[in-house]
């Protein structure tokens, strides 16, 4: 057997079949398109970082870069994670802005 041929699947590391053409990457239609919406996700994230960062977002997007009061770390709302009028960065972060706000009064 000569390994040198043997390819792998980029998606799950599984040895792809003999008969597979110099083409193929994945072992099946399952890992295809896994890989096909994970490169998607990726994509779309990677775009909502660089258009907050660049403070160039497209207000259809909604993407804006926030800074959370809660820890003072800036966060991108819209983007991966966050919705688009989140406030805080965790929800930890708005509870506990909650609680400073109700022992400052
Ligand atoms: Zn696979
Ligand atoms: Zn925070």
């Given amino acids: 057997m000569d390994r040198a041929h043997v390819r792998w699947c ?28 994970r490169r ?6 990677a775009r909502a970082a ?5 403070d160039q977002a497209d207000p259809g997007t909604r993407i804006t870069r926030r800074v959370c009061p809660g820890c003072g770390n800036g966060f991108i709302a819209g983007g991966g994670g966050h919705r688009a009028d989140a406030v805080c960065c965790s929800p930890r972060c708005r509870q506990r802005k909650h609680r400073t706000h109700t022992a400052v009064r």
């Fill in 10 to 37: 980029a998606a799950c590391g599984a040895a792809l079949p003999p008969e597979a053409t110099a083409r193929r990457r994945y072992c099946g239609a399952a890992c295809d398109a896994r890989a096909y919406r």
């Fill in 40 to 45: 998607r996700k990726l994509d779309r994230i």
């Fill in 50 to 54: 660089v258009a907050a960062l660049t």
